[in-house]
């Protein structure tokens, strides 16, 4: 003798579909999500970065250089160090 009648077996069928067809769902539209991982991946896109086309803009770009805050910068490459050793 079985321990579930035709009935019960029925609805474990159906539930077993539902189950499927929700999980089908949920796969569709996780797949079609978009993750974007460039923002954390790139440099500052806020900075604008000047094209160097003649000596004067040489010069400025290692004017500007020279007088960088190098505490900042230190900071800036620590914080970067410490943010890819903790992926």
Same mark, same amino acid.
């Given at each position: +003798?079985s321990?579930? %009648? %035709?009935?019960?077996?029925?609805? +474990?069928?159906?539930?077993?579909?539902?189950?499927? $067809?929700?999980?089908?769902? $949920?796969? &569709?539209?996780? &797949? @079609?999500?978009?993750?974007n991982?460039l923002?954390?991946?790139?440099?500052? @896109?806020?900075?604008?970065?000047?094209?160097?086309?003649? !000596?004067?803009?040489?010069?400025? =770009? /290692?004017?500007? &250089?020279?007088? =960088?805050?190098?505490?900042q $910068?230190?900071?800036?490459? %620590?914080?970067?160090? !410490?943010? =890819?050793s !903790? /992926?």
């Amino acid at each position: +003798m079985s321990k579930f %009648n %035709n009935s019960q077996k029925g609805n +474990m069928q159906l539930l077993v579909l539902i189950i499927i $067809v929700f999980a089908a769902l $949920v796969g &569709v539209y996780l &797949v @079609q999500q978009r993750t974007n991982f460039l923002p954390k991946a790139g440099f500052d @896109q806020s900075t604008t970065y000047q094209s160097i086309n003649s !000596s004067g803009d040489l010069d400025k =770009a /290692l004017n500007d &250089v020279n007088s =960088a805050d190098l505490n900042q $910068v230190d900071q800036g490459i %620590n914080q970067t160090g !410490s943010d =890819a050793s !903790s /992926l």
